[in-house]
Each structure stands twice: as structure tokens, then as C-alpha cells.
């Protein structure tokens, strides 16, 4: 019994350790952030290390998001994000409101890590 009780803690162990992780901050998990942004990359969105060279720090970026961070200024400044205001209005009501001081340091601990 103790053979089979040290062979589960050695498999559980090694597993937790291969489960891929993402940056996360305060319990704010970017996972779902992948599917339009990238570290070093433009996607949908634009590259996160952009984003913190823009705002300089997480208490700027997050105080952006508690202003309601408008979207409309970011798509009107890129033609790739025309007519997707609506969508990108829709993510942060939906995955950043009520979290921007954790969402604002998940991206800067993404940025500094190289990758979501």
C-alpha cells in the first residue's frame, strides 16, 4: 500500500509539472487573452509587449481599464481592428471588467515571462 501511495505523489508531482501554464496575476488567467493577443506577435490584436511599452506600467494600464478603455480609439488607429470595435468592447466588458488591476498585471508578468 505504501509502494502504491508513493508511486501516486511521484505521478502527481511530475504531471503538475508538465501542465502547461499561462501568466496569470490575483487569479486572472490570460488563457482566454490568446485567442486575439501574442508577446512579440500581432494578431487580432496588437502584441502585449507593445501594449506595456505604451502604457509604461501595470497602474497605468490599469487605471486605462478603469476608465473604460475605449476601444473605438484603438480600431480607428489600426484599419486591421475597423468593425471590430463591438468584439473588442465585448472581451473587455466580458474578461476585464471588475478584474483591470489583476488583467493589467497578467499582461505585464506575459510580457516579462515572452509569452500568454
Not at 511521484?10 to 496569470?24: F, L, N
Not at 473604460?68 to 471588467?97: D, H, S
Request: charged residues 25%.
Amino acid at each position: 500500500m505504501k509502494k502504491v501511495l508513493i508511486i501516486a505523489a511521484i505521478t502527481a508531482i511530475t504531471t503538475v509539472g508538465m501542465m502547461p501554464v499561462s501568466a496569470s496575476a490575483g487569479g486572472f488567467n490570460v488563457k482566454k487573452c490568446k485567442a486575439c493577443h501574442a508577446v512579440g506577435k500581432k494578431k487580432v490584436g496588437p502584441a502585449w509587449d507593445e501594449v506595456a511599452k505604451a502604457y509604461g506600467d501595470e497602474a497605468t494600464l490599469a487605471a486605462d481599464f478603469k476608465a473604460g478603455f475605449t476601444t473605438r480609439k484603438y480600431a480607428e488607429a489600426n484599419p486591421k481592428w475597423k468593425g471590430k470595435e463591438g468584439m473588442m468592447t465585448g472581451q473587455f466588458k466580458k474578461l476585464i471588467v471588475g478584474h483591470e488591476d489583476e488583467a493589467a498585471a497578467a499582461l505585464f508578468a506575459a510580457v516579462k515571462a515572452g509569452k500568454i
